[in-house]
């Protein structure tokens, strides 16, 4: 049938009718940050799944995130509005390749960033997100050695936070590897008052030149609290939106990819439009389910995670 013109009021009713929260991430396109009842980091939008009275969860990010609100709440209905949003780095992470190299490296706890699927969840035993992965390895005891997967380079900027050797997953997101060096040194020589920030998903080139790293909502808050007044953004362009909206008065510059294309964009978050979100809603597809033994499994890594960074 033909879609409301009104899609925002239409999208509002729907959520009244179904008793449905919408959680949004940093890097959906502003309309579905707009509507969006809760914007978040992946840490954030984690603990908001755990925490709402809401009936139907309408998840605008990508799967494992929405496949993480699903393991935290079994009763509900987790929609995602196209379930082929998936992710790079998940996806870089085969559970059968993953089940050998854990098998190779017995002894070693599993510490996964929450960047995967829920049967590499299932086989890991601390899950951690950007904003927390260093305090979650900072509290496990000296003496234990830690696989860390599926980012290399969250990975690697762990290593280097905590003095820690880690055995890595060489896995990685195709968005935050595509950011030019040189473009960026470029733009620091045109702008010399901007300062560079950047996701540690980022590779060490494009991190060397960031005077701040962290989460999305880490990256939002400091250029809110910071004095400086221009930043180059080395990370999803869909975060500038909030930083526009938080400091109106500075400047924003996303950082640009080797190429000349948009693919700093992420295609999977971006497959989800406010149409499909609509449409998700009205249909109550596509609908997030797992096995009841999976989801069991990947609950208590993230459980852990979920204490050990209160
Ligand atoms: P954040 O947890 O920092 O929002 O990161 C999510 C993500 O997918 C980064 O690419
Ligand atoms: Fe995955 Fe990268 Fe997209 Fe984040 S930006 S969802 S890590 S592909």
Not at 82 to 108: N, V, Y
Not at 134 to 158: C, M, S, T
Not at 219 to 245: D, N, R, W
Not at 247 to 274: D, G, S, W, Y
Request: glycine share 2%.
């Amino acid at each position: 049938g033909a879609l409301p013109l009104d899609l925002f009021a239409a999208i509002k009713s729907l959520k009244q009718e179904l008793n449905a929260v919408i959680l949004a991430h940093y890097y959906q396109e502003p309309d579905i940050q707009d509507i969006a009842d809760f914007i978040g980091d992946s840490l954030q939008l984690a603990k908001a799944a755990a925490n709402t009275n809401a009936d139907v969860i309408v998840f605008a990010g990508v799967h494992f995130m929405a496949e993480t609100a699903k393991i935290l709440n079994p009763d509900k209905m987790v929609l995602l509005p196209d379930l082929s949003a998936g992710c790079s780095l998940a996806d870089s992470c085969p559970p059968k390749e993953f089940a050998a190299f854990k098998a190779a490296h017995p002894d070693h706890l599993v510490v996964s960033y929450i960047n995967c699927s829920a049967e590499i969840k299932a086989m890991s035993d601390i899950i951690c997100t950007s904003s927390n992965a260093v305090k979650i390895v900072q509290q496990i005891p000296e003496n234990v050695p830690i696989i860390f997967a599926p980012d290399r380079n969250l990975g690697r900027y762990v290593m280097e936070q905590t003095g820690r050797h880690l055995v890595l997953w060489q896995g990685s997101c195709i968005v935050h590897e595509t950011f030019s060096e040189k473009k960026i040194v470029q733009l620091k020589i045109a702008h010399p008052e901007a300062e560079a920030i950047a996701h540690p998903e980022c590779e060490p080139p494009v991190l060397r030149h960031a005077s701040f790293i962290g989460s999305t909502a880490a990256l939002l808050k400091y250029c809110q609290e910071s004095q400086t007044q221009e930043f180059i953004v080395a990370t999803e362009p869909g975060i500038i939106h909030q930083m526009q909206k938080a400091a109106p008065q500075k400047h924003f510059i996303p950082a640009p990819p080797i190429n000349n294309c948009n693919c700093n964009e992420c295609p999977f978050m971006r497959l989800n439009t406010l149409e499909k979100l609509y449409l998700a809603m009205k249909n109550c597809a596509p609908e997030i389910t797992m096995s009841e033994e999976i989801r069991l499994a990947a609950l208590r890594p993230i459980q852990r995670m979920l204490e050990m960074s209160v």
